[in-house]
């Protein structure tokens, strides 16, 4: 065993018989004995001049020096001269010698002899024997014994005695270990110093959780890379890590107030070298945006031995560009047993082509324990479509619990034709928090026209996150009637990215308001309203009916330039409406031979409208056959409307041409 007490409370002075000394003579006698040594440190001729002193006044029966030079010989390892010193002291009341007494038998396996000196220089008032008696009991079992002495240590001050004191109430799940905790803390204790910050942290995930939401940070960035374990999602495709433990960036005050504090005993115990929490300092300092700092703190760690630092180190490297020094950093953890940085290495392999030495890397996570070495070796088989072992590694995974391996061998067996196979791993991974798996299910219960069910998942994937299932609720509730319900999900799918719906929420609003009007003459142009920002939103990602949609809008405002533009856009994108609708404006220019050529694209493509007008057009040029042509096409197209003129005027080119 360690001695009980580091090398600052070894050398407790005090006496367990008070004798009749003056008070300053006292003083000097117990700042002696506790080693205090002068700024700078001592010499080995200093250390060998105060051996040499205390060694003449201990000859000469001083008990003070018989104390230092016990525990002197003591710390050097020659106990059996120790030995001799201490017990002579401890037989004139020293209670600092009857402490390392215990300490020197506790070493040589004599612990209840030790426990009795133990105790004779706690009662006496010795806060390091109190914290050494008390760690004894604890030893052996006797948790009240533990308690009771302990804690008699930790009031009178004592670092140690607060942080093992701390460590036992934690070990109940008693709330009161934090107060000792933090005791031990504020005296400079590195180890209560991190898991002060550790118990601070939780508190602010907890507030986290209950009001807002927590993003995963230590060595991950949360939520934009999740998958479902490990450091972060490295930045090549398809191939996946998922994040990992560690603090995060709080939306809550009270949480934010948690974790500021929390970095800050961080910070003490990092400058102490505790090289986990120069790990967790890091992640907190990236999270807040100092990625200098950061670094510097991940450095630290890394350099300690820390795998998870270097593997951080190696993502902060790579998201500023530097992928070679970052794939050095991930080396070295994934030489360590980090699983997260054989991911990494993985990924960053696959990405450049480099199949099989992902796949070594892959193998290498796994073997280190990493769930997401398996699904990721599923990924890479699936892009090299060796489904067969792609299914057995996902299978592997899923059984170890990885949610979106379950997922991704839900889609392949339905890939597979086996819907039925596919419903239970879909499930599985709906149920442990995949978003995709539960719109997944959604999509199957649709194709079986269970409506209900599917509805079901898409409002669940939805509420996390899902922009194509909101949408899908969406149109739902549109189908159903519910407009509110309808806009609030268009809503959100829209400001996720949907471009199908930002058209509808464009057409919910548009179908609310009046028809656009041309201004008069001299007036300005009317603001765009919310309806057309939507509409343009979704005709900039190519959306063919929003830009037919919005060029109606500019023709409505009188703007043909930006009609044609986006008539053009749709037409060329083969939109047969925006053939026919620019067509229009083309032969209202005077450019009949342009519009015709639109209208014969709009016509083969199905559009009535189009017939019909290339049919008036070929009547008036005296082109009787070609129109007859066109009135045909354009009676099959129809609508109705266009069915009975075209009819019409087939009828009448017919007698024409018979005359």
Same mark, same amino acid.
């Given at each position: ?254 949480? +934010?107030?948690?974790? !500021?504090? $929390?970095? #800050?005993?961080?910070?003490? %115990? /990092?400058?102490? @070298? *505790?090289?986990? =929490? &120069? ?104 892009? +090299?479509?060796?489904? !067969?072992? $792609?299914? #057995?590694?996902?299978?592997? %995974? /899923?059984?170890? @619990? *990885?949610?979106? =391996? &379950? ?110 009007? $041309? ?126 003129? $075209? ?13």
């Amino acid at each position: 065993m360690d001695f009980m007490g580091d090398r600052a409370t070894l050398l407790e002075t005090g006496r367990f018989v008070q004798r009749q000394v003056e008070s300053s003579a006292e003083t000097d006698n117990s700042a002696g004995a506790a080693g205090v040594t002068p700024a700078g440190g001592p010499t080995e001729s200093a250390d060998a001049e105060t051996e040499a002193r205390h060694r003449r006044a201990a000859e000469g029966g001083d008990v003070a020096s018989m104390s230092v030079l016990g525990a002197l010989l003591l710390r050097r390892g020659d106990l059996d001269a120790a030995e001799n010193y201490l017990r002579a002291a401890t037989a004139e009341g020293d209670r600092a010698a009857a402490n390392n007494l215990g300490v020197l038998l506790h070493q040589r396996g004599y612990t209840e002899e030790a426990s009795g000196w133990w105790r004779v220089a706690a009662v006496a008032g010795s806060a390091a024997a109190a914290h050494a008696l008390g760690r004894h009991y604890r030893e052996q079992g006797d948790e009240p014994a533990a308690e009771y002495w302990l804690r008699q240590s930790a009031e009178q001050g004592h670092a140690l005695g607060a942080y093992a004191l701390a460590d036992l109430l934690e070990h109940r799940s008693d709330v009161g270990s934090e107060r000792w905790l933090r005791a031990a803390a504020e005296q400079g204790h590195r180890e209560a110093s991190y898991r002060l910050a550790r118990a601070l942290e939780r508190q602010a995930r907890q507030a986290a959780r209950t009001g807002s939401s927590v993003r995963a940070l230590i060595t991950g960035r949360g939520e934009r890379d999740r998958t479902d374990s490990g450091v972060r999602k490295a930045a090549v495709g398809a191939v996946g890590i998922g994040p990992g433990t560690g603090p995060g960036v709080l939306d809550t005050d009270a949480g +934010q107030s948690l974790l !500021t504090e $929390a970095a #800050q005993w961080y910070r003490q %115990a /990092a400058t102490r @070298g *505790h090289r986990r =929490a &120069a790990l967790h300092l890091g992640a907190i300092l990236e999270g807040r945006g100092e990625l200098k700092e950061a670094g510097r703190w991940y450095l630290t760690a890394a350099q300690d031995g820390e795998a998870r630092a270097a593997c951080a180190l190696g993502f902060l490297l790579r998201d500023a560009g530097d992928e070679e020094s970052a794939a050095v950093w991930w080396l070295r953890a994934a030489q360590e047993g980090d699983g997260n940085a054989a991911n990494a290495l993985g990924a960053l392999h696959a990405a450049r082509g480099e199949q099989q030495t992902a796949e070594r890397w892959y193998r290498a996570a796994m073997d280190a324990g990493d769930v997401n070495g398996a699904y990721n070796l599923g990924l890479l088989c699936t892009a +090299q479509d060796r489904t !067969t072992q $792609a299914e #057995q590694w996902y299978r592997r %995974a /899923a059984y170890a @619990g *990885h949610r979106e =391996a &379950a997922n991704a061998l839900a889609v392949l067996l339905l890939q597979a034709g086996d819907p039925t196979g596919a419903e239970p791993w879909f499930s599985k991974a709906a149920e442990a928090g995949s978003v995709d798996a539960a719109f997944n299910l959604g999509i199957l219960y649709a194709g079986r026209d269970d409506d209900r069910a599917a509805l079901v998942w898409y409002e669940r994937a939805a509420a996390a996150g899902h922009t194509e299932a909101a949408l899908q609720v969406g149109i739902a509730c549109l189908r159903d009637g519910d407009e509110q319900a309808a806009e609030r999900h268009l809503r959100c799918a829209a400001g996720g990215g949907s471009t199908e719906a930002a058209f509808r929420l464009a057409t919910l609003l548009d179908a609310r308001q009046p028809p656009p009007r $041309a201004p008069a003459l001299g007036e300005a142009q009317p603001e765009k309203t919310e309806c057309e920002q939507w509409y343009e939103r979704a005709a900039e990602h190519g959306h063919r009916r929003a830009q037919v949609r919005v060029g109606m809008l500019a023709a409505g405002r009188g703007d043909m330039t930006d009609a044609a533009r986006w008539y053009r856009e749709a037409a060329e994108a083969g939109s047969r409406n925006g053939a026919f609708n620019l067509g229009l404006l083309l032969a209202r220019e005077g450019s009949e031979r342009e519009a015709a050529l639109w209208w014969s694209r709009a016509a083969q493509a199905g559009h009535g409208r189009a017939a019909l007008r290339l049919a008036l057009l070929a009547a008036r040029r005296g082109e009787l056959a070609e129109g007859q042509h066109w009135c045909a096409r354009a009676v099959e197209l129809g609508p109705s409307e266009v069915t009975e003129r $075209a009819a019409r005027l087939r009828e009448a080119l017919h007698q024409e041409l018979t005359a």
